[in-house]
């Protein structure tokens, strides 16, 4: 089993113990993973980037990851793919040669 | 090589080819993934959970996904054992007798 | 009519003109809300604070407090009694000599 | 004095008591009102519209407003005005003939 497959599996066993899929719509679980960002968001606020507190940085994209594997596997989503997909994507958005050393918007380089 | 460690590599040629490691502080990064995350909620606002357009959910979901990837990468985070680790407190926080088939917090079961 | 008011009832007639109110519930404006606010914070990723476009910033907040006026409005909420409200309770958690030249949480203090 | 310049006051001398103003750069009060909102959604996650805490929708609510005003005091941003121009702009995005009982995007009508 893949390494991605094996946490989705480990989830999904602790959500189905808790029967728990009855709420797990599509909806939520992308709410839930925006409000788990917004939590690990809140470990910087009012400070530098380098201030945050390391334990709670993983402790919250423990949850960001968990909320997007949940999300993935609810359409069987293959990751690597999408991922690989999108940096395509992303390359052609965003060609060396315009976006070297700069962070601007594809629509605006 | 590991799944995930293969898919950060990815990640990260891509962020180095365009020398914009010099953005990606753990703060930004952040920042940046809550964004995606958002934007992958306004594909289900005013809508119902199914009606989500799924290839769009697939593109956001992999940027939130590469957020989540580059800033672990950052701060060097084993994100399976984070989220293991995560598992098993949410399993203290959401004991099976008490949380089960109930969407309450745990402060409020 | 009070300025918070009548900027409400604009919005309303903008809404109504459309036959909006049947997509308006709390649960999607609160998260039209929560995807302007993203929109808003997107002006200062990759940046400094200084950087952000103005104009930019005007018209992500302006919809910000949109959605915040047709929620308070969905509630019946009276904007200025809550605010002034969350401020007394404020002024508990943050007293003066505790918070003073902090930005720690309350629970931090 | 206007209604809202009025609470503006009251939350900026409740932050120049604490000493604060150092920490309100225009990028962390976007961060704040973003986790604000988040906070205000998590009031709705795994729920129906109608099961949110009233309560606790005028407390995040409140957080919300608060930030936005304090955001505007710092562009010295005048907010009728900015709501007024963002409804003649969406206006033009979102004709009524084409708009009425439509929820899409205003690219996608």
């Known amino acids: 089993m893949s390494e991605l497959r094996d946490l989705q599996k480990i989830l999904i066993d602790f959500r189905d113990e808790r029967d728990w899929a009855q709420f797990h719509n599509a909806k939520d679980l992308a709410l839930a993973l925006s409000i788990e960002a917004s939590e690990l968001n809140e470990l910087f606020l009012w400070k530098k980037a380098e201030e945050a507190n390391i334990e709670k940085v993983k402790d919250e994209l423990a949850d960001v990851i968990g909320y997007a594997l949940l999300l993935a596997e609810k359409y069987d989503i293959d ?31």
Chains 1, 2, 3, 4 share one sequence.
């Open 79 to 109: 990751i690597r793919q999408i991922v690989v997909d999108k940096v395509k994507k992303n390359g052609e958005k965003y060609p060396v040669n315009k976006a070297k050393g700069n962070a601007k918007k594809y629509n605006e380089l």
